[in-house]
């Protein structure tokens, strides 16, 4: 008997995930990039990301990636401030075995100027999951 645990250096979310597409957008990004300035010392939520995961921790970077509708936009770097395995219930209140979400709170500690952006992105997201290739 085992168990599954992932172990990542790439904390990628949806919006709905908790990525604050309202601060990092990326054609507002293009016009006047967006720094470190502009964002902060905030800490940000993030929720619900499938499986049971642990992200490098501070003072170890983990890059930042925007998942958009399956694509991949790298955005920067983040310290992992907290991190919270738990099982996704069902409806009925039951479990699926092996059934785990990952939730945490993170800190953005480096955001890509729009140029060395879409290089990175292009270089390190997965070919079928990159924003800048059809």
Known sequence: MGS???INDTLQLTTEQGFPADLLNLSRHREKPITLEDIGDRVFEFKDKPSARIFQLDPVRVYYVHNI???WLFWG???IESQTIYKKLNTDG???EGSWLT???YRIIDVYPPDYQHTFT???????RNYFKP
């Open 103 to 105: 939730s945490g709170t």
């Open 94 to 96: 039951s479990w699926t």
């Open 69 to 71: 509708d399956g694509k």
């Open 4 to 6: 599954y645990v992932e």
């Open 122 to 128: 292009l270089h390190e997201a997965p070919a079928d």
């Open 77 to 79: 770097r983040v310290f």
